[in-house]
T-cell receptor, first 113, second 115 residues
Framework: AQSVAQPEDQVNVAEGNPLTVKCTYSVSGNPYLFWYVQYPNRGLQFLLKYITGDNLVKGSYGFEAEFNKSQTSFHLKKPSALVSDSALYFC???????????FGKGTRLSVIA | NAGVMQNPRHLVRRRGQEARLRCSPMKGHSHVYWYRQLPEEGLKFMVY????????ESGMPKERFSAEFPKEGPSILRIQQVVRGDSAAYFC?????????????FGPGTRLTVL
């Protein structure tokens, strides 16, 4: 069965600095990988996904993620963090065959002015 | 184009009562997914439905929980005889296709509190 690990519960970064939110996965076949963001008392908003092709995926709000098959990772990155990026970030994976979307436990990002 | 809509946003029930959560998918989407989020945890898959069919209910508790997506109207997640452990945020998502590559779009959630 597929699984996702987000090793950091909390990431703190100064405004203007680059940010990275880590994600590793495990699937039996080729993975379909997703990043979502959740603001307080809100639903999840889709940021980006990797299906196939270029390992660097660009998404909403200046976020990007790099798929690394050998390290089974899909880290979320942004070159310059904003205070408004402070939120809860979820990595999710799906295997082939329309299996359920499996989420990590989330990483709380705090961007400090 | 309206997003996924869920109501009510907040629901308070006493132990033993029934909770009914509604989800209207995005226009043009015929695939609906329900997830539960406990405090400080990620989302856990519960059930996947298409119109009038339950496709995958592997994440649903065996008792007290049921879901439907009728031909007309919203999808309903029903919890009978609620207990305190049912307190959580329940999210609905929809997608236009059934492919694993398809993005699921989430509603704002229903926060259920069981007293």
């Amino acid at each position: 069965a597929q699984s996702v690990a987000q090793p950091e519960d909390q990431v703190n970064v100064a405004e203007g600095n680059p940010l990275t939110v880590k994600c590793t996965y495990s699937v039996s076949g080729n993975p379909y990988l997703f990043w979502y963001v959740q603001y307080p008392n809100r639903g999840l908003q889709f940021l980006l996904k990797y299906i196939t092709g270029d390992n660097l995926v660009k998404g909403s709000y200046g976020f990007e993620a790099e798929f690394n098959k050998s390290q089974t990772s899909f880290h979320l990155k942004k070159p310059s963090a904003l205070v408004s990026d402070s939120a809860l970030y979820f990595c999710a994976v799906r295997d082939i065959g329309n299996t359920p979307l499996v989420f990590g436990k989330g990483t709380r990002l705090s961007v400090i002015a | 184009n309206a997003g996924v809509m869920q109501n009510p946003r907040h629901l308070v029930r006493r132990r033993g009562q029934e909770a009914r959560l509604r989800c209207s998918p995005m226009k043009g989407h015929s695939h609906v997914y329900w997830y539960r989020q406990l405090p400080e945890e990620g989302l856990k898959f519960m059930v996947y439905l298409q119109k009038e069919n339950i496709i995958d209910e592997s994440g649903m508790p065996k008792e007290r929980f049921s879901a439907e997506f009728p031909k007309e109207g919203p999808s309903i997640l029903r919890i009978q005889q609620v207990v305190r452990g049912d307190s959580a945020a329940y999210f609905c998502a929809s997608s236009p296709l059934a492919a694993s590559t398809d993005t699921q779009y989430f509603g704002p959630g229903t926060r259920l509190t069981v007293l």
